[in-house]
């Protein structure tokens, strides 16, 4: 056998055992990875690529430079060799700002001395995992803000989206102003950036009013070229605000308490509970009472504590209480904004007969009736005194006598 003849049988048998190890790399994204390939003899040419892009490469060298005629467009300017004097035989590639859609199955090949034609060397599986999801908790009302952040400032636009929301999104930002074509309608004025420039990558969200209904999972992605890389996503869980407790006593006047974030226009009112079905306790717009649906037991005994809603405040004040008014009231508003109703809060009211401990006063009947028993046990009293005194005083008389 010839000198070269053993020479292409070795390195045959190299390439066809290297070939057979398939190794799998884990990244996430932003981060950049180094895809380890090293041939024997001295190469003259070199091609990374990927199965799904057919034609097209990840990198070609050849003649000491990269030849970018048909490399895949997502590659530009993110691929280079670990060393390009491709010493000790090495043609690792470095990836660098890896994304989601950078997954997949890569081949390094090359065309070497005395073997004039490509042969594979190795294939590494890049595994890229997504984020890890974070939690974020509100309650309803507050302004709540999305945090997301891009590794790098190579991007022309974001999308903020929800799963449940089909093609809807929550809000498209793109050539330094929103999209608003195909925004779903519930987030309409009330979704904007923390950094509109988006500087060093900030793209987190702010989200006005959450509402119960905004619960979900976010996903946060960068335009890129034609395409969309994921960043972050986010479950936000959205919880009532506090259920308050008033207790009351039957005759009372009391108010339960609602105020909505100042500068938010209010179009209407209403206060309702549960057990009451289709009927409320109050309704209020067009700067009036609204009868119509309400409950009979609620007629003339019920009022807004300031009809103006200044500052807000859109308690309501329940005149002259009774034991049937115990049970949990909801007051809602319709925003003049989103022209949408929207949870404030509910309120549950304990009603106590007068003069029951947990009551915020004794009924002035009461009162007296209790006075005129502690009055009468004093002049019970004094008249006992009182015989006692004259049995005495006769028993003693007599003594004298004799």
């Given at each position: 056998m010839s000198a070269v003849t053993a020479s292409l049988c070795s390195t045959l048998m190299f390439v066809l055992f290297v070939s057979a190890d398939q190794k799998t790399i884990t990244a996430v994204p932003g981060e950049d990875v180094i895809l380890p390939c090293r041939a024997l003899n001295k190469i003259i040419a070199l091609r990374w690529s990927r199965a799904d892009l057919g034609d097209e490469y990840v990198l070609l060298y050849r003649n000491g430079r990269f030849v970018p005629d048909d490399q895949h467009p997502s590659f530009k300017n993110r691929v280079d060799l670990q060393d390009r004097q491709m010493k000790d035989g090495d043609v690792s590639l470095i990836l660098k700002d890896v994304t989601i859609n950078d997954a997949g199955t890569y081949g390094c090949r090359a065309v070497m001395q005395e073997i004039f034609s490509w042969w594979l060397i190795r294939t590494i599986y890049l595994h890229v995992v997504p984020p890890d999801q974070k939690n974020i908790t509100a309650e309803s009302g507050q302004d709540v803000t999305l945090t997301c952040r891009a590794p790098n400032n190579k991007f022309i636009g974001v999308e903020w989206s929800r799963a449940d929301l089909g093609d809807e999104y929550v809000l498209l930002y793109r050539n330094g102003r929103f999209d608003p074509g195909n925004q779903h309608p519930s987030f309409k004025n009330r979704v904007d950036l923390q950094d509109r420039h988006m500087k060093d990558g900030d793209v987190s969200l702010i989200l006005k009013d959450v509402t119960i209904n905004d619960a979900g999972t976010y996903e946060c992605r960068v335009v890129q070229g034609q395409g969309l890389e994921i960043i972050s996503s986010i479950y936000l869980h959205v919880v009532p605000p506090e259920q308050k407790t008033i207790t009351a006593e039957s005759g009372q006047d009391v108010t339960l308490t609602c105020r909505v974030p100042q500068g938010k226009p209010i179009r209407a009112v209403k206060w309702s509970r549960a057990d009451l079905g289709d009927n409320d306790v109050l309704f209020y717009r067009d700067e009036q009472l609204d009868p119509d649906d309400q409950h009979p037991s609620f007629m003339?005994?019920?009022?807004?504590?300031?009809?103006?809603?200044?500052?807000?405040?859109?308690?309501?004040?329940?005149?002259?209480?009774?034991?049937?008014?115990?049970?949990?009231?909801?007051?809602?508003?319709?925003?003049?904004?989103?022209?949408?109703?929207?949870?404030?809060?509910?309120?549950?009211?304990?009603?106590?007969?007068?003069?029951?401990?947990?009551?915020?006063?004794?009924?002035?009947?009461?009162?007296?009736?209790?006075?005129?028993?502690?009055?009468?046990?004093f002049l019970v009293a004094v008249v006992i005194v009182f015989v006692i005194y004259r049995k005495y005083e006769r028993e003693n008389g007599d003594f004298n006598s004799y």
């Open positions: 003339y005994r019920v009022d807004l504590q300031d009809r103006q809603m200044k500052d807000g405040d859109v308690s309501l004040i329940l005149k002259d209480v009774t034991i049937n008014d115990a049970g949990t009231y909801e007051c809602i508003v319709f925003m003049a904004e989103t022209h949408s109703w929207k949870y404030i809060n509910t309120t549950y009211l304990h009603v106590v007969p007068p003069g029951q401990p947990g009551g915020h006063r004794v009924d002035g009947s009461v009162g007296l009736l209790i006075g005129l028993n502690v009055f009468a046990v």
